[in-house]
């Protein structure tokens, strides 16, 4: 049976309010867990305000590579394969999604059209499939902890580890 010590310090982690550091690369600056920690409604709420932002801004790339592909002509038979705008991402991995993969002739590199672009120092641009790929993983783990599933069992790839259960499970 938990405590009271051990159920105030939980309704008080449910609540702190910490630092969330988005621009740091580091897990425990980023989101610190220690001092003056990050208190899980608090990463929630941030969670889906990330997630809103990522979905407005790849909803602004798509109108963009609508329009773009709205201008183009396609008097060739290779129209298909014409660059028509300056907004690609080059990766030479299939990332799961492979319908969306288009090679460049002769390069040996994956062209895609980038729908997210990030400048944290360094710019980087992303693929559809690069970004489902990551999302997807994100979900599935947070769907296996909602439905008591050990994560580890069903997937693979990076944070496929088991969920560790911190509670013991009562009659």
Do not use: W
């Not at 709205?70 to 990766?91: G, K, M, Q, R």
């Not at 993969?101 to 059209?113: E, F, H, I, Q, R």
């Not at 120092?121 to 693929?127: F, L, P, Q, V």
């Amino acid at each position: 049976m938990a405590t009271a010590i051990n159920i105030i310090s939980t309704i008080h982690n449910l609540n702190a309010t910490g630092t969330i550091t988005p621009t740091s690369s580091l897990l425990n600056t980023a989101i610190v867990n220690t001092g003056t920690p990050v208190g899980l409604y608090q990463l929630i709420n941030q969670m889906i305000s990330d997630l809103s932002s990522l979905k407005s801004t790849i909803k602004a790339r798509e109108k963009v590579l609508i329009s773009a592909l709205a201008t183009e002509t396609t008097t060739t038979s290779t129209a298909d394969h014409t660059p028509i705008a300056n907004l690609e991402s080059v990766n030479n991995q299939t990332r799961g999604k492979t319908g969306a993969l288009l090679v460049d002739a002769g390069s040996g590199t994956s062209t895609k059209p980038s729908i997210l672009s990030t400048n944290g120092g360094t710019a980087r641009e992303y693929s559809e499939d690069a970004v489902f790929e990551l999302l997807q993983r994100l979900s599935h783990e947070i769907m296996c902890l909602r439905n008591g599933q050990n994560v580890s069992q069903a997937a693979t790839g990076p944070g496929d580890t088991a969920i560790p259960v911190s509670i013991k499970a009562t009659d």
